[in-house]
């Protein structure tokens, strides 16, 4: 590719490949099983859970901030369902409670999430395994984080953990956003598990049994409270140098895709080894500035209300 190559040619290379796997997942944060009937204890109770994964906080089920929208949680209500193999579901008004939440002062977490891979090594065997990702899943659900348990190792052949780098370049391959690594000497899943995380902007480790992964996980990933961002979605122009090859172009639209808050990414000029894009975020470039702190790949050169400048590093 050279160095003039047309904005036009580069951002049909681009349509190529699919990147739908990096913009993260939907969750449905506001549809909540109900397990007690349609009583307006059962209905509190579906809202503090729905408080828990919208906020992405533990704590939001008990903060005195956000105890009115608990206890008034029968007017947010929209309505309720019955699906034939689970547990009747109410519905609420996902707009009501997010504005109520923020005139609360606290922070929401955006429902497109990433999309995380969970790895238990070693491997256990199948019942033992089959309990472990139904402890996994409900932990996950309760806390509104899109998960797959899968089969892979992090580990490389001499038997040495792999880099953050590398665990991501796994999550590519499978469309994949993060990371959770669950290690156990013993070879089971009860007890202590040595956990990492891997992200394209962080990675954390702790330790703990099953439902501590998940619980950790969203901790590192979800908003801090009281730091909420605009919840109106705003383009903002991004510049990148450094973009010197195709791979560099998939590569640096792949890390923006995988931002928070982030809904789209276009291509919007290049020059030489700069490109121009145009991304789509709810926050805007608050957002997508405060998305971006971490990432190895992407060293910020200038972050203003008027230019936000990147440096890529392959």
């Known amino acids: 590719m050279t160095r003039n190559t047309p904005v036009l040619l580069v951002s049909l290379l681009l349509c190529i490949v699919s990147l739908d796997a990096w913009a993260g997942r939907p969750v449905r944060v506001y549809e909540v099983e109900l397990k007690g009937g349609q009583s307006p204890a059962s209905v ?24 009115s929208i608990i206890s008034d949680a029968g007017t947010y209500v ?7 193999k689970s547990q009747p579901q109410v519905i609420f008004d996902s707009a009501a409670v997010e504005r109520a939440i923020v ?32 402890e996994l899943d409900q932990a996950a659900i309760a ?27 796994m999550a590519q391959r499978y469309g994949g ?47 801090a409270q009281g730091g909420s961002l605009s919840e109106i979605e705003s383009s903002a ?16 639209q792949r890390l923006l895709e995988s931002a928070p808050g982030v809904r789209r990414v276009n291509v919007g000029a290049a020059s030489g080894n700069v ?10 470039g608050d957002a997508i500035s405060h998305g971006l702190t971490g990432s190895s790949h992407l060293v910020q050169q200038e972050a203003s209300s008027a230019r936000l400048a990147y440096q890529y590093r392959p």
């Open 143 to 169: 806390r509104g984080l899109p998960i797959t348990v899968v089969p892979l190792s992090p580990v490389d052949a001499s038997g040495n953990e792999l880099p953050r780098d590398a665990l991501m370049q």
């Open 44 to 67: 509190q109770d579906a809202m503090r859970e729905a408080l828990v994964r919208a906020t992405g906080r533990r704590e939001s089920a008990t903060d005195p901030a956000l105890a």
């Open 275 to 284: 490109v121009m894009f145009d991304v789509l975020a709810r926050g805007g």
């Open 237 to 252: 122009r991004v510049e990148i140098s450094g973009v010197a090859t195709l791979t560099d172009y998939v590569n640096v």
């Open 78 to 84: 929209k309505g309720y369902t019955s699906p034939s």
């Open 177 to 223: 956003d993060a990371v959770l690594v669950g290690r156990s000497d013993s070879g089971t899943a009860n007890g202590q598990l040595k956990w990492t995380l891997a992200t394209n902007f962080s990675s954390a480790s702790w330790s703990g049994p099953l439902n501590a992964g998940i619980n950790g996980a969203v901790d590192n990933m979800a908003p």
């Open 103 to 134: 005139a609360a002062g606290r922070s929401t977490w955006d429902p497109v999430r990433p999309f995380t891979l969970v790895i238990l090594y070693p491997a256990l065997p199948r019942p033992a395994d089959e309990a472990a990702r139904a």
